[in-house]
C-alpha cells in the first residue's frame, strides 16, 4: 500500500565544488568517462543511468554537500506530500531549462533533498 505518488528513484547527484578544474579530474578519473555536458557554471557525468553533476560556487547556493535528486513525474504533488509528511520546502520547484523543474526541500534533521521533473 502507498501513501502517495511514487517515485522514479535517485538517478541525479550534485556536488558544490570550488575547484571545477581539479574536481573534473578526479570524477573523471573515478566514473571512468568524459563528462557528457562541460559548462564554466556545471559539468556533468552519465554514467550508469546516473547523471553526476559538479557545482563550481554550489556553497553560495547553499550546498553545504551532495545533493541526492529523486526523478518524479509531478513535482508539486510530491512538495505537497512531502511538506504535509513533515519537510520544509528549501528552494520552491523552478525551470531550470527545456521543462526540467527542481526543488529542494529539508527533511526534519536539516538534510536537503532534492526532486527533479522533465
Known amino acids: 500500500m502507498t501513501n502517495g ?6 538517478k541525479t547527484v550534485l556536488h558544490p565544488v570550488t575547484d571545477l578544474a581539479a574536481a573534473k579530474a578526479v ?3 573515478l566514473l571512468g568517462v568524459s563528462p557528457t555536458s562541460d559548462e564554466p557554471y556545471y ?26 535528486y529523486w526523478h518524479v513525474p509531478d513535482i508539486e ?16 520547484a523552478n525551470d531550470v531549462g527545456g521543462g526540467r523543474l527542481v526543488a529542494t526541500f529539508t527533511d526534519p534533521d536539516g538534510n536537503v533533498l532534492g526532486l527533479i521533473q522533465g
Not at 505518488?5 to 535517485?10: C, L, P
Not at 547523471?51 to 560556487?57: F, N
Not at 504533488?77 to 520552491?92: H, N, S
Open 27 to 29: 570524477y573523471t578519473a
Open 43 to 68: 559539468v556533468g557525468y552519465e554514467a550508469e543511468g546516473q547523471q553526476i553533476g559538479l557545482v563550481p560556487g554550489g556553497a553560495g547556493q547553499g550546498m553545504t554537500s551532495p545533493v541526492a
Open 77 to 92: 504533488a510530491k512538495l505537497a506530500e512531502v511538506t504535509a509528511a513533515g519537510a520544509k520546502v528549501k528552494d520552491p
Open 5 to 10: 505518488s511514487t517515485t522514479q528513484g535517485i
